[in-house]
């Protein structure tokens, strides 16, 4: 199938953006544990995250399948696009439910990359998919909130200037319906980090910069509310649909990637005088995974599609994400197993995207989650939890 | 000033070229094809001319099956103003003499002051089309570019050379190959694909200059390289000249 010019332009120049970072530069970074900061750089001064940020700010004004298909030629070019991704859709509840004065604000120094919104704290060490019975507390004191409490696993919090922050501003205890009392703040963190603000990092099996951040006392203005006091949380819902979509569309960059690869070195290797993928035991595991990304690569662009009509996008793009986690995970485990021993050894690059692609299946929503929103919203299944 | 850039599109410089099985050339299917590296160097020079205020128009120009119009749009993507395709069909190679006449043809109309062109192409290396241009309309040529400095009505090109660079000061309007070392091309920003859009793009066929493109080559094989067989080693040198002997080397 001949896909649409304008997206495979848009590919081309991605690709020949991330040929300049070639798989010695991540597995240095992944080695160091160091964030890919020229990569990011890279991207940015292109006008890549910006995609999604209408042209009055200062944006390039795309459709999310358009910025599916920047961030799954990322991955399929072997880089790494988590480092950044979040730059490109955090600010889609700003600019959905931001006063006009913070879009006026901020939006244009995002768009140029001179403010790095990739910070998103809505994970607790005690709340992670129940996100509603989150703890962080932000109290109204005159023209501020005072914020105490703590965030876990909000990753780039080291590497953006602002964080989307939710935080209950009413007891859960209090409100009228359970979804209400958490609000949605703005925190500028190059003042807020040393007043009150702590960031440590955490080691994870992967390179992916993610931190617990404290909070103690930290006073941000009131001007840092996003939209409306205690609707914080239909705020984030909605922002999410975007956020999956993107991710999937990401699992199947990674995905081509295992293949391409697991052919190539199929053709290759050769062992008992022939290519390896003579043989059915290696070529067979190889095209069911193709056929298995496939199938995942056309929910992603219908629920991108359904996205950009405007429409309830929440069960496409909840589909869309677990099908293409599984189908990069499955892709990454044959791909290993293609290579013998060599898929272990870090010079080839396999065992790097291999960690990294585990994520998807459990962040930003695990696939259990998933499944009990499919079960009770489109098929009318009785709640389960 | 206006500069006027010929790309080509041609096999990716990364993919490694297999030869159809009947010999007749190399097989383009499903190859990745890229923008050829030296003319991407070639756009490279002439924004950034235009970028030193030193030009005020870049015409890319591509002689190509449709599919070249994906060749133009990066260039447009680049900063290039305005694309020209001078289309021919699919399978049909058009030689360098005959690009070169349609390059003559076109450069009349355009008036450019300096045409700007890659040194050769990484597709059959044949690294005559600007020279053969510079004949044809009688006007200077800086080939091999290594530097180019543009200074009013005059160019001069520091010439990559066998053991070092050579300078020449070329009077406009005028003739330029690039080499490698010349620059490193940009790649396209996301705002400049969406501006390359609403740029203009002809389609024109070799016709429309009065060109007959019709090979004056015959192609009577193509073959790979031939594989490199092992080596052996050698004792002493007695054992080497008396192999290099035998041989019939020396
Ligand atoms: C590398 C990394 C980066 C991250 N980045 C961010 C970030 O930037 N910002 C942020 O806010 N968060 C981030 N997260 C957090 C991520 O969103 C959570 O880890 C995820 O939502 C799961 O929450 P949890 O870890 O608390 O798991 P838990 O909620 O404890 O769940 C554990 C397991 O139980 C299952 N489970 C839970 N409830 C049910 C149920 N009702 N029915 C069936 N199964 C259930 C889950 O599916 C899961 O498998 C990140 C996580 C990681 C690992
Ligand atoms: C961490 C580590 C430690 C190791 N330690 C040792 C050690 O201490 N000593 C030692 O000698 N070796 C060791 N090895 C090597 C290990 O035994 C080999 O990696 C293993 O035997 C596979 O060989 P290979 O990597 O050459 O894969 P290959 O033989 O290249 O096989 C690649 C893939 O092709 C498949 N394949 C090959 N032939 C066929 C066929 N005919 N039909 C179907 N499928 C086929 C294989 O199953 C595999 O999936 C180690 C490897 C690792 C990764």
Redesign the pocket.
């Known amino acids: 199938m001949q896909e649409r010019e304008d997206l495979a332009e848009i590919r081309r120049a991605v690709r020949a953006l991330c040929e300049e970072f070639p798989g010695e530069y991540w597995r240095e970074k992944d080695r160091e544990r160091a964030y890919p900061g020229e990569f990011v750089d890279a991207l940015t001064r292109a006008g890549f995250l910006a995609a999604l940020i209408p042209e009055e700010y200062g944006g390039s004004g795309l459709k999310l399948d358009s910025a599916a298909v920047i961030m799954e030629e990322i991955q399929a070019a072997g880089c790494n696009g988590a480092a950044a991704h979040a730059q490109m859709y955090v600010m889609n509840t700003l600019l959905r439910y931001g006063s006009e004065e913070q879009k006026r604000t901020y939006l244009p120094g995002i768009a140029a990359g001179e403010l790095r919104l990739q910070a998103f704290g809505v994970s607790e060490p005690t709340s992670g998919t129940d996100t509603l019975s989150l703890k962080t507390r932000a109290v109204r004191d005159g023209d501020e909130y005072v914020i105490n409490g703590q965030k876990i696993w909000t990753s780039r919090a080291e590497h953006s200037d602002l964080m989307a922050l939710l935080a209950r501003t009413t007891p859960r205890d209090q409100v009228a319906s359970k979804t209400e009392g958490l609000s949605l703040f703005l925190v500028d963190m190059r003042k807020a980090v040393g007043n009150g603000m702590t960031i440590k990092p955490i080691r994870t099996m992967m390179n992916h910069s993610t931190t617990e951040v404290f909070f103690d006392e930290l006073r941000i203005p009131a001007s840092a509310l996003i939209g409306e006091e205690g609707k914080g949380f239909r705020y984030i819902l909605s922002g999410m649909n975007a956020e999956r979509i993107l991710i999937a569309a990401e699992c199947i960059g990674d995905a081509k990637w295992f293949i391409e690869r697991a052919t190539g070195y199929a053709k290759e ?1 050769s ?2 005088g022939a290519p ?1 993928g003579k ?1 059915q ?2 070529q067979f595991p190889i095209a069911r995974c193709y056929a298995q990304m496939r199938a995942a690569e056309l929910m992603v662009h219908h629920a991108a599609e359904v996205y950009d009509r405007g429409g309830n996008a929440g069960a496409e793009a909840n589909m869309a994400k677990m099908l293409a986690s599984e189908a990069s995970w499955a892709a990454a485990d044959m791909c290993v ?6 898929g ?1 050894a870090e010079e080839y690059d396999v065992e790097r995207k291999f960690r990294e692609a585990r994520l998807y299946t459990v962040a930003p929503i695990s696939t259990n989650l998933i499944l009990s929103y499919l079960a009770e919203h489109v098929l009318g299944l009785p709640r389960s939890y | 000033m206006k500069i006027l850039v010929p790309v080509k599109r041609v096999i990716d410089y990364n993919v490694k070229p297999r030869v159809k099985a009947d010999g007749s050339g190399v097989d383009l299917a499903n190859v990745k094809m890229s923008m050829n590296p030296f003319d991407e160097i070639a756009v490279e020079e002439a924004i950034r001319i235009r970028e030193a205020g030193k030009a005020e128009e870049i015409v890319v120009v591509s002689v190509g099956p449709t599919k070249a119009q994906e060749t133009l749009r990066t260039a447009l993507a680049m900063g290039a103003d305005r694309a020209i395709l001078v289309q021919v069909e699919d399978d049909v190679d058009v030689e360098p003499l005959a690009v070169a006449k349609i390059l003559k043809a076109i450069a009349e109309q355009e008036n450019p002051g300096i045409v700007m062109l890659g040194k050769q192409s990484i597709s059959d290396d044949s690294n005559q089309t600007g020279q053969m241009l510079a004949a044809l309309m009688g006007r200077p040529q800086g080939t091999f570019a290594n530097t180019v400095e543009v200074d009013g009505d005059s160019v001069t090109v520091k010439r990559e050379i066998d053991g070092g660079l050579e300078t020449v000061k070329l009077s406009l309007p005028a003739i330029v190959t690039t080499d490698l070392r010349l620059n490193e091309p940009r790649y396209a920003s996301l705002p400049n694909i969406m501006k390359a859009k609403q740029k203009p793009l002809e389609n024109k066929t070799p016709a429309d200059y009065g060109v007959d493109i019709a090979p004056r080559l015959k192609t009577l094989k193509v073959a790979e390289p031939p594989v490199r067989s092992a080596g052996i080693k050698v004792a002493d040198v007695d054992e080497l000249v008396a192999k290099i002997k035998a041989l019939g080397i020396a």
């Open positions: 290797r062992v008992f390896i043989n035991g290696i197993q293609t290579h013998g021993g060599f272990f």
